[in-house]
């Protein structure tokens, strides 16, 4: 079974920037969409950014124009590019794609 390790997260005062990885353990992104999701303590975990086997990319509105998710097929790693950050973006954030075990994902905490 592919697994998906999480990193990057950490601790960045709002307006501050981050980029999660998302690394697989086999060649999965030319056949697979992924997505990046968090979860807010007390809150449902929720899709924010999307991308296509052809690299399409959707997002989230309450992070359209400052997430940005790209990936590196030869890296089996995926990306999450976090600019303009806000205290309402902390939480715990995990990449995904259909069929796959959730990992352990990355805590991101936006305070000053």
């Known amino acids: 079974q592919v697994q998906l390790v999480e990193s990057g997260g950490g601790l960045v005062q709002p307006g501050g920037s981050l980029r999660l990885s998302c690394a697989a353990s086999?060649?999965?992104?030319?056949?697979?969409?992924m997505a990046w999701y968090r979860q807010a303590p007390g809150k449902q975990r929720e899709s924010v950014a999307t991308?296509?086997?052809?690299?399409?990319?959707n997002y989230a509105d309450s992070v359209k124009g400052r997430f940005t998710i790209s990936k590196d097929n030869a890296k089996n790693t995926v990306y999450l590019q976090m600019n303009s950050l806000k205290p309402e973006d902390t939480a715990v954030y995990y990449c995904h794609g259909p069929g796959l075990d959730w990992g352990q994902g990355t805590q991101v905490t936006v305070s000053s």
């Open positions: 991308i296509g086997i052809d690299g399409t990319t």
């Open positions: 086999g060649s999965i992104f030319r056949i697979l969409p």
